[in-house]
């Protein structure tokens, strides 16, 4: 109902527009809000500008795809199913195969890389002209977290087209929302009113285009690994930006950051996030939710520097330190949903005083069967603490740019999961104990009444014997009396 009202008005402001400047009455009145709107929208775009000289470009989307014991064959089925020529990938897979039950195992393999068209690329690369049109090439990797928790990470390299087309949506002047409270009588259409900056809409319409790609992306991977949008739930994205015509002192860089905040944060770089880290010559930012359709777990934004060329070889393992992190608080964040669900179905099954049923019994499960997941979790993360933060220390040195201070990310990923890794799970023990006790109550209550009625059912059971014993006894002392007879 509100897009429809916003849509009418939008359809007024526009056809009142187009009339002859009116002087007095509903019409002008309409007009003035149309001019305060430019003005306004005007306002907002010279603020949300980007800078001179300045450029930002998508440069490299990263998409993570986590896979948990349970599913570790399909890791294998895809990786075999898109190489299965590749010597080194098939060896890759034969290790893991016999590695998937181990009680200790953690590791890094680049798989290899595949581009579009033939030429002088790394060892390992396959050709693929089905690639997405936005993509260039992409090199995977595989990581092994803990012993029941890896990803294979794609490493989409993207041509200028994508940030083209963004740079595009983003230099325009969007008209803020303008919505009428009422839309009858026409006469007091124009007294209550609500009225936008247009600040939104740049970032809604890139937010769009970037999806766009990643549909794109997600489509080829489906097809090619032959991995089913079930699996492909389990996906979480890391958008990777290269920022040129910044200052390359670093406390001019900073001061740079919060003049042009708000053009930063159309592309979902947010310079004033309270988890926004500082590396060297780049910028980890958490995006704030924006009901996108697609998880963006982390934005990294990669600075112009003065030791570019050096950076540059070793950036690639920072960005895989940073999916470390996401990796493990996706799969957190996939479990909490679960118990989140499962306890609010627990709480009102309660509330209800519901019968057992099957469904009960499913739920129940589920929440037991997530309860041992979420503690084989925990277990892990703390088996494997040292070799996590070895590979997020990949990242280097990191400011917090809000706090001031130096973050290590490695330490705060592993104290941050077991905290929230223990609230999930206390959480789900609740639920789970007081369903359990309810349930067990239930099921006594239910066998006092299926004894109760066995009782009723003997009683029965014994008058019947009894009647037919009398009759089976008149009848044979018929059968005497006749012989007796004869």
Known sequence: MDNLKLKISTKILDLVEG?????????????????????????????????????????????ILTFEHEDFHNAIKGLKQYFPKNEKIQK????????????????????????????????????????????????LSFHRITPS??????????????????????????????????????????????????GDCAIKFIDNEKDSVRTGIEAWVKKGFGWKPKKMDAVSYIDIYKISGNPIDIDERR?????????????????????????????????????????????????????????GDFFDYKVRAIAVSSTIFSV??????????????????????????????????????SIVIISRLEHEIKQSAHWIAHSISEVGGLISLIRNETVDLGKSTIDNANYQLKQVKEAA??????????????????????????FILSIVVTIATIIGVLSGWNNLKLLVSGWIDA
């Open 429 to 454: 023990a609740i639920i789970d104990s007081g369903l359990t006790n309810y349930l067990s109550v239930q099921s006594i209550y239910v066998m006092y009444k299926l004894q109760k009625w066995m």
């Open 19 to 63: 009339l002859p400047r009116f002087r007095k009455g509903t019409i002008s009145s309409l007009q003035d809000i149309r001019e305060r709107q430019k003005k306004w929208s005007s306002k907002e775009f010279n603020r949300r500008n980007a800078p001179k000289e300045s450029k930002i470009e998508l440069n490299q989307i990263t998409l």
């Open 149 to 198: 928790v890896a990803c294979v990470m794609f490493d989409f390299q993207l041509n200028d087209s994508v940030s083209k087309a963004l740079s595009k949506i983003q230099d325009q002047v969007y008209l803020g929302p303008v919505e009428f409270k009422k839309l009858w009588p026409l006469s007091s259409l124009h007294h209550a009113y609500t009225m936008g900056t247009g």
């Open 332 to 369: 957190i964040e996939k479990y909490r949903n679960k118990i989140e669900i499962l306890r609010g179905h627990g709480f009102k099954n309660l509330y209800k005083r519901k019968k057992l049923t099957r469904r009960n019994q499913y739920n129940i499960q589920e929440l037991k069967r």
């Open 92 to 139: 890759f897979v034969t290790s893991l195969k016999e590695s998937v039950d181990k009680l200790h195992a953690s590791s890094w393999h680049n798989l290899g890389y595949i581009a579009r068209e033939k030429g002088v690329y790394l060892p390992d690369v396959a050709v693929d002209e089905r690639l997405p049109i936005d993509v260039e090439n992409v090199s």
């Open 255 to 311: 001061n740079w950051l919060r003049e042009y905040t708000c053009w930063l944060d159309e592309y979902g770089i947010d310079a004033n996030g309270f988890d926004t880290l500082e590396g060297e010559d780049f910028l980890v930012s958490r995006p704030r939710s924006r009901e996108q359709k697609y998880m963006v777990s982390d934005v990294v934004a990669r600075f112009e520097s003065k030791g570019e060329s050096e950076f």
